[in-house]
């Protein structure tokens, strides 16, 4: 925080610096409708103009530094009783019914009460992003109330886009390469060699320069198209009249439905030049297959294995829901959780430090870990968004509205060796 002294005083010199100012233009003799100022008077009141503008920078200077004091005292992400807690009573969410419904373009619809053909647009980020900030909520002490709302967090907070570091691009496909392979073959390198350029040196005048070793980097070009996933949704005029039904639609079906497209289309889908190739159908991702007499938490840490010998640190791991229920119910000898205390201490899904996304986008019968960010890359286009409007078919006559939410994005995958598909093999009792 800004020392409130040091303001006050520079505020105290400011305010007699521009009565002075006032005091010397008190002093100008006019002459015939034009100011006679002496020398001595202009270079007076330059000066104290210019000792005004500088004690005014100070004052300006200083309210900068409690700006920056502020900024820097906040907490980096949401605390830990936040996150213990989930969302409280009174607390912040906005999701992207609370943008749709605070955008311009909605306030102008309803303040003409809808009458206008409304053509309404919301964004958001590309992420599943949700804050946690202070609150208050005031009722009446006395009597009783009904209070209804409705359930605002999605039913699905993580999805598979929340393990890649965000990224935007303004292009419509990308060029890029992919490693198809990689010899490494760095190694020590004498100062001198013998003729042959390895073997020790002779101290014949046939010794050369020691060669370093050429290693191998196997490359192919890639075309990245951005992929458009979007859906229709039709429904009664009405409901644009309703905030609380209105938002909830908005999060609950139109946003989670291109998000539960999204996941899918990530892991699985089949490029043909105009869709993404998801991780499941890119070439050179490699394969693990478990074995029985590993429980299922165990096979998951073989097959970050090879991700690691691959040189590739394993930033996060996708199952299906189900999956990862037997991972979490694993029992050790004694009859304790492996897996479940690490939920329990702090909210956070992880299993052999690296988080987890559970979808129902992943078969029962494999997972996907990897490098999210370093071996693959997501690219957003243009974020999930909404438009509204009447003006489809015959929506005027039956008084019906169309919303389409839809986003753009790319993926881009240059080093599929760092990505593992696993199948699940039931372990031996």
């Not at 233009?25 to 100011?35: C, R």
């Not at 003409?112 to 946690?132: H, N, Q, V, Y």
């Not at 690219?379 to 019906?400: A, H, P």
């Amino acid at each position: 925080m800004a020392d409130k002294s040091l303001l006050k005083s520079l505020q105290g010199q400011l305010a007699e610096k521009s009565a002075e100012a006032d005091r010397i233009a008190g002093t100008f003799k006019e002459e015939n409708g034009s100011f006679v100022v002496s020398t001595e008077q202009r270079d007076a009141y330059v000066k104290t103009v210019r000792d005004a503008q500088e004690i005014k920078g100070l004052i300006d200077a200083a309210s900068n530094a409690d700006d920056i004091g502020q900024y820097l005292s906040e907490p980096d992400a949401v605390p830990a009783a936040g996150q213990h807690y989930g969302t409280p009573s009174g607390a912040e969410y906005k999701s992207l019914g609370d943008m749709f419904l605070e955008s311009d373009a909605y306030k102008r619809a309803a303040s003409s009460d809808f009458r206008d053909r409304p053509f309404i647009r919301a964004e958001m980020e590309g992420k599943s992003i949700w804050s946690l900030s202070a609150g208050t909520q005031t009722h009446q002490a006395l009597g009783t109330g009904q209070q209804l709302q409705m359930t605002e967090l999605q039913r699905r907070k993580m999805h598979v886009r929340d393990l890649f570091p965000s990224a935007k691009t303004k292009s419509a496909y990308l060029l890029g390469v992919r490693e198809t392979g990689w010899v490494n073959n760095a190694a020590q390198v004498r100062e001198r060699t013998a003729a042959d350029g390895t073997s020790a040196p002779t101290g014949a005048d046939t010794d050369v320069f020691g060669r370093a070793p050429r290693s191998k980097l196997t490359l192919e070009p890639v075309m990245y198209p951005v992929a458009e996933v979007a859906h229709l949704i039709d429904a009664h005029k009405n409901i644009l009249s309703d905030d609380a039904r209105l938002k909830s639609f908005i999060n609950s079906r139109l946003t989670e439905g291109v998000k539960f497209a999204e996941d899918f289309d990530l892991l699985h889908s089949v490029g043909d030049g105009q869709k993404l190739t998801g991780l499941f159908n890119i070439p050179g991702v490699q394969q693990y297959t478990g074995v029985a007499k590993d429980k299922y938490s165990v096979q998951m840490r073989r097959a970050i294995t090879k991700s690691l010998l691959a040189e590739y640190e394993p930033t996060g791991v996708v199952l299906s829901p189900s999956m990862w229920e037997q991972v979490e119910v694993e029992e050790d000898s004694t009859g304790a959780f492996r897996v479940a205390i690490q939920v329990a201490v702090g909210a956070v899904k992880q299993v052999w430090r690296i988080p987890v996304v559970e979808t129902t986008a992943m078969p029962d019968g494999q997972y996907l870990l990897g490098a999210f960010g370093m071996g693959a890359q997501l690219y957003d286009r243009e974020n999930v968004s909404v438009t509204v409007s009447s003006e489809n078919s015959d929506n005027f006559e039956r008084g019906v509205i169309t919303f389409r939410a839809d986003e753009r994005l790319a993926l881009e995958c240059p080093r599929p060796e760092s990505f593992v598909i696993g199948t699940w093999t039931t372990p031996t009792p």
